[in-house]
Structure formats: structure tokens, C-alpha cells
């Protein structure tokens, strides 16, 4: 048999039909759906007398309108309001599985699934939301999808698809102190830039992403849609088995057995043939921080911003003036030093425990600048818990944070918490995109560590200073 | 709606990498319906705080009046997989996006809703890019685009796609002809799909 890479292997065990003319109709093992992509397709449903096929693998959050002020306060948004409970009632009305705001569990969709050991090894798992290559961390094939496609595997848990190629990005070698799995993935993005992976799957291999703990690999693969992927993944490996093994969820006894049996079946065969190879040296990774308006336009912290003179293609040159423009910087300065006003430690790239603990290791015995507004949000009611059970809440507030309830929350400031027009952000969450932490905000993205280290200084910092 | 050919004066946006969360702000997904998304098109770009028009934006311009066809940069669509943003481009008019490439998503959510994803070479996006307002022609069906010299350029599509487009029929419709095959699959994986309990 051809060698196979470990997307063509989950691709193969999902084909439900293949006709001429037709893409091929993929079977979803997991359909995680929240507020803000589905109501629009329940209403589909609804108008063709639908049913969802199979309520047994779709679950439901609420996560991107939610407040993350106190949960016993009444919401002031009405229209936010009006959507979660829509929500709930589509999730009653077809019988699926929902974690709303009153349960222990809630969080944000990409939190969840593998904290409750919903996603697995091989599984298909779709979301109407670009950010579900998370759980390729986990040797899944996960992808984002629009109302459209939510509304498909509501009725036939299918999609037609299309294959992908398969795109290997390897990282050798061990990381500096200070450098972490964000910085590796803006560095892959800078490099590739922001469209170098459309029409791929990216598997992320070698020595440092094997060295990687789970979730640090769903750092990683959270951002695969960044380089344009239609998804990202890592090959399972024991690390995955311990991460997974006694989650609610999870196979148990015989069925773990032969689950564990199909998991090690899935890394790529030798041979196996890629489309395009990237390869990149550890070592050579310093702390990672964007100065534009696309997660592709990061440098190294002790880099300079790009000057457009030094770039040839006219739409180039002018989508890097209007950049800097936005972001009011000038050509040719270092980043590091720049004023902030705002640092945002969450989102479904950097909101679980081990972000959390990071952010904390810098900050525990130091204040936060005066000058800056922190707010820390975990991933969800259990990474809260799991925080407040290690002290880190104290941690947080004790140096001026604030430690908030779970959800997406100034990722994409839909909930209230925002940026006001000019302020600049240093932000764990993986879009920078103009307006996307509030109109006229301005983003740069980075990892928990170099977050934590800007919030104490009030400037963009070098964490590395302060280890 | 059947979808069959357009012709129209093109806008041209000439951005690299514009990402959905520009071609409508996430503080528009908060609706559970797909109406009234058309306001916030470009919202940002083509309009002010205070909501007065941007009188440079080129969706502000007189002549902008009817247009259907859209000429952007590379990269169209990047980002969210918010299919607010073709539902907010159909609303305002725009039948066909022209670009030398699109981000996966989008143009998967724009096949399925009317709107048509047109992928050019460099040099034909480029003599587009030199003639704002200039007339174009788009035929699906035959798949070509006429440019403003009068020279005509064949553009790809998936032919399932195109069918869908042309016959004015939506993927679901077939999807669901599809259940014995599905109703097949699970009933031979049932020990090896995870069900939840």
C-alpha cells in the first residue's frame, strides 16, 4: 500500500460516498457548535423540518457574547442576551448537549472539547469557527465551517469536501528559555505569511513539537488558519494518551484498548509524500511579537519594523503603509519599549492552565504598570477553578489584574470587553486584525510570557529581561 | 436564483489579505437572523464613528451605484469563518468577488450563497486593478470574463459548485439524497464512532 500521511489516513476512514461530479460526502465524528454561527442553521432546520441527525456527537457552548463580569449579575447587553438564549432554546428544541453559563463546565468551544476528552485521536471534528484546527493537537482532522456547513452536519453529519495537501512544517531542536509554542507559530506564520498555507493541512513535526506538552500543541494548531490552513495537526503520541486518558469523555476500559490500537495506527507512514515542507531551528526563535494588522507581520522582539521601501510588490508597499499607519509605528524601530495601555491573557490560543501559570510565574511579587489594564480570562470554569485551586487568581489580583470569568471575551470584543479607539494592546489571542479587540484598537500579538512581562513594564518587553 | 452572467461596472479594492472580521465587524454577529447584515459591509472602512460616509471609500462613490462585481487583493477573505461576510456583500449587491486567490473558507461560504468567487491570473488582475468602473462581463457558464479590452479569460470552478450555482439549487438538497450511503456508514462504524453519553 502507498505510504499515507496522517490526514489522508483520517480522510480515508470518513468516506460516507464518492461520486463523479460530486466533492466526496466526509463523515463528522464531532460537531461543536456555540452562539454566534449557529442560529441562522437551526433556522434552516427549522424551515425544511429537519432534525439533527445525530444530537449524540454535537455539543454546544456559549462563548463569544458572554460576559465575563460576575455570572450573578443580570447582562446588560440585550441583543447578547437574545442570542444565548436562542441558543438555549435551539439546544432544547433538538435535544443537544449545551454548557451554558450556569454549568461548571462552560468555556470556550475550543477549551472544552479536549478538557472533557470529547476530542480524540482520528476523529473529524468541525466548528462554525476558524479556530477548531485546535484540536488537531490531538491527531484529529479539525477544520472551521461556515452557517452553511453547520447546517449540513446539523442534518447528514456530513460534508462535502474536498482533500487537502498536506503541508509538514518541522521544528528541530530545544527552545530558549523565554521562547514558547506562540512564539514558534508566529514565527511559522511570519515566514509563510498569511495565505502561504491555503489549500493545505498543516502536520507540525519534529523533535521540539514532540517535546510539547498537549497544550502547547493546541497553541500551535489553533493558529494554523493564520498561514491559511484549512487545519493543522500533531501525529498522537503518548503524550496525547496521558493527556486523554480519564477525561469524562474518554474511552474507558476495553474501549480505551482498542481505541489505543487505532490511535497508533495514525502517524504518518514512512515515504509518505508532502506538497510543501517547512523547516524550522529552535534555536534559533526568540520571543515573538506582531507590529501589524495581520498575524503574518511578526518580528523577533529584538527586531525592527519593516520598512515599505524595502518592498518591491506595489499592494505589499501599500498594505504595509496602511498598516503602519493604523498602527500609528514608525518604519525601521524596534517594537520593544513601545507604550501600551491594555494586556489580554486568554482566548482559545492562550487561556488554559499552562498559559495561566506562565503569565503568573512573571508576575508573582510585581505590580502592574499604573498606566496598564490587565485582564486575565481563562478558557473555562475548570481552568478557573484549576487557577484559584493554585493561587493564581491571588496571583493575578494581587498585582492589579483582573481575573475574570470564562469565554473568548477581547479576542474579538463581542462581549463588552474591548479596546477604545487608539489604545494599544499586548494580547495573547491570535488576531490583529484592525478593529478586531474594538474599533480603532491596536493589537500585537504575543505569547503569555512576553504579555505578563509588558503588563509590569507598561511596554512592549523582552520577558527574557525579567526571567 | 439561478446564476448565469453578470455584467456590471467592477470596484475596485486594491488590499491584500482583507479579513472578514473588515468586511463586517464581529459586534454585527450578535443577530440570529441573516437580515439587515448589509449595513455592515466595510462598516470601518466605509464609514465613520459617528456613522457619516467616507467619502474615499470606494463603495461611497457615485459611480459605485449598482455595481456587482468586486476587484480586490490577494488573499480575499481571511480570517473568521463568519458567513456574515458574503451574507453582508449579496445584501449590498456584489454578485461576483475578482481576486487572484481566496482564503478557503470564505470562498466556500460565498459558493453557497450566490456569490461568486472569481479567480484571475496576475496579469489579467492587474489590468483589472488599472480600470476602476471600467465594464466587465462574467459568464458562469461558460466560465470566462470578459476585461475591459475585450479580451475574454477563462476563470475555474469545481463543477459541483457550478452546477449548484447555474441550477439555482443549494449542496443540502443533495446531501440529504445521500442518507442510505450515511445511514450505511454509521451502521459499519458503530463500534468505532465516539458517542457521546
Redesign the interface.
Known amino acids: 500500500m502507498k505510504p499515507r500521511t496522517i490526514v489522508e489516513k483520517i480522510w480515508d476512514s470518513h468516506v ?2 464518492e461520486k463523479p ?3 466526496v ?1 466526509l ?1 463528522i ?2 460537531h461543536l457548535t456555540h452562539e ?2 449557529s ?2 442553521a437551526f ?2 432546520l427549522r424551515e ?1 423540518g ?1 432534525k439533527v ?1 445525530r444530537p ?2 454535537t ?1 454546544a457552548t456559549m462563548d ?2 458572554t460576559p465575563t463580569t460576575s455570572r450573578d449579575l443580570p447582562m446588560l ?1 440585550t ?2 442576551k ?2 444565548l438564549d ?1 441558543m438555549e432554546k435551539n439546544c432544547k428544541d433538538f435535544g443537544i ?1 449545551l454548557y451554558d453559563l450556569k454549568t461548571t463546565k462552560q468555556g470556550i468551544v475550543h477549551v472544552i472539547g479536549p478538557e472533557q476528552g ?1 476530542t ?1 485521536p482520528g ?1 473529524t471534528i468541525v466548528c ?3 479556530h477548531t484546527a485546535t484540536h488537531g493537537a490531538f491527531g484529529a482532522l479539525a477544520f ?6 453547520v ?2 452536519v446539523f ?4 460534508l ?1 469536501q ?1 482533500p487537502s495537501q498536506s503541508y509538514a512544517i518541522r521544528v528541530e531542536g530545544a527552545l530558549k528559555p523565554g521562547v514558547s509554542a506562540k512564539d514558534i507559530i508566529l514565527a511559522v506564520i511570519a515566514r509563510i505569511g ?2 502561504g498555507g ?2 493545505t493541512v498543516f502536520e507540525y513535526q519534529g523533535s521540539t513539537i514532540r517535546s510539547l506538552s498537549m497544550e502547547e500543541r493546541m497553541t500551535i494548531c489553533n493558529m494554523s ?1 493564520e498561514g ?1 490552513a ?1 487545519a493543522g495537526l500533531v501525529a498522537p503520541d503518548d503524550t496525547t494518551y496521558q493527556y486523554i486518558s480519564g477525561r469524562e ?1 474518554a ?1 474507558k476500559g476495553a474501549d480505551w484498548d ?1 481505541a489505543l490500537a ?1 490511535w497508533k495506527q495514525l502517524p504518518t507512514d514512512q515515504g509518505a509524500q508532502y506538497a510543501k515542507e517547512l523547516t524550522l531551528d529552535a534555536a534559533t526563535l526568540e520571543p515573538m511579537v506582531t507590529f501589524g494588522t ?1 498575524p ?1 507581520m511578526g518580528i523577533p522582539i529584538s527586531g525592527a519594523i519593516p520598512d515599505p521601501a524595502s518592498v518591491s510588490d506595489p ?2 508597499k ?2 504595509l503603509i ?1 498598516a503602519l499607519k493604523y498602527m500609528d509605528l514608525e518604519p525601521g524601530k524596534q517594537l520593544k519599549g513601545h507604550k501600551i495601555d491594555v494586556v489580554f491573557v486568554g482566548s482559545c490560543t492562550n487561556s488554559r492552565i499552562s498559559d495561566l501559570r506562565a503569565a503568573a510565574s512573571v508576575m508573582k511579587g510585581r505590580k502592574v504598570s499604573p498606566s496598564v489594564r490587565m485582564l486575565v480570562v481563562p478558557g473555562s470554569m475548570q481552568v478557573k477553578k484549576q487557577a484559584e485551586a493554585e493561587g493564581l487568581d491571588k496571583i493575578f489580583r494581587e498585582a492589579g489584574a483582573d481575573f475574570r470569568e470564562a469565554g473568548c471575551s477581547m479576542c ?3 462581549n463588552g470587553d474591548q479596546l477604545e ?1 487608539g489604545e494599544y494592546s499586548v494580547s495573547t489571542s491570535n ?1 490583529n ?4 479587540q474594538g ?2 484598537g491596536r493589537t500585537f500579538l504575543a505569547s503569555p510570557l512576553t504579555a505578563a512581562a509588558s503588563a509590569i513594564t507598561g511596554v512592549v518587553t523582552d520577558v527574557r529581561t525579567l526571567l | 436564483m439561478k446564476f448565469e452572467k453578470i455584467e456590471s461596472k467592477i470596484a475596485v479594492l ?4 482583507i ?1 472578514t ?2 468586511i463586517i ?3 454585527y ?6 437580515d439587515g447584515l448589509g449595513e455592515g459591509l466595510f462598516r ?1 472602512w466605509r464609514r465613520n ?1 459617528d456613522g457619516t460616509p467616507k467619502p474615499d471609500f470606494v463603495l461611497n462613490q457615485p459611480q459605485a451605484q449598482g455595481v456587482e462585481i468586486l476587484v480586490t ?3 480575499f477573505g ?6 456574515h461576510a458574503p451574507w453582508a456583500l449579496v445584501q449590498n449587491g456584489i454578485r461576483a468577488v475578482v481576486s487572484t ?1 481566496f ?3 470564505f470562498k ?2 460565498a459558493l ?2 450566490q456569490l461568486l468567487p472569481v479567480v484571475v491570473p496576475a496579469d489579467v488582475h492587474a489590468e483589472l486593478l488599472k480600470s476602476p468602473w471600467a465594464t466587465v462581463k462574467i459568464d458562469l457558464v461558460a466560465q470566462t470574463v470578459t476585461l475591459p479590452s475585450g479580451r475574454t479569460v477563462e476563470f475555474p470552478i ?3 459548485s457550478k ?1 449548484c450555482l447555474v441550477e439555482g439549487v ?3 438538497g ?3 439524497q ?2 442510505p ?2 445511514a450505511a ?2 451502521a459499519e ?1 458503530v ?7
Open positions: 460516507v460516498a461530479g460530486a466533492p460526502l463523515y465524528d464531532l454566534v454561527t442560529p441562522q433556522s434552516t425544511r429537519l441527525r449524540d456527537l455539543i463569544h457574547s447587553d441583543v447578547g437574545a442570542q436562542q448537549r470529547l480524540q476523529m462554525g469557527d476558524s472551521g465551517i461556515g452557517t452553511s456547513q447546517g449540513h442534518a447528514t453529519q456530513c462535502l474536498t498569511i495565505g491555503t489549500g488558519i491559511g484549512r469523555f474511552p482498542a487505532r495581520n503574518g499592494i505589499e501599500s498594505d496602511k474579538l470584543a463581542m479607539p488576531r486584525f484592525e478593529g478586531r474599533k480603532g | 486594491p488590499i491584500d489579505n479579513d472580521d473588515q465587524p464581529a459586534r454577529l450578535k443577530s440570529i437572523s441573516k470601518d464613528a487583493g490577494d488573499n481571511c480570517g473568521s469563518s463568519r458567513e486567490s482564503a478557503d473558507i466556500g461560504n453557497k450563497n469545481d463543477g459541483f452546477t443549494d449542496e443540502l443533495y446531501m440529504l445521500q442518507d450511503a450515511i456508514f454509521e462504524r463500534g468505532s464512532v465516539n458517542t457521546l453519553r
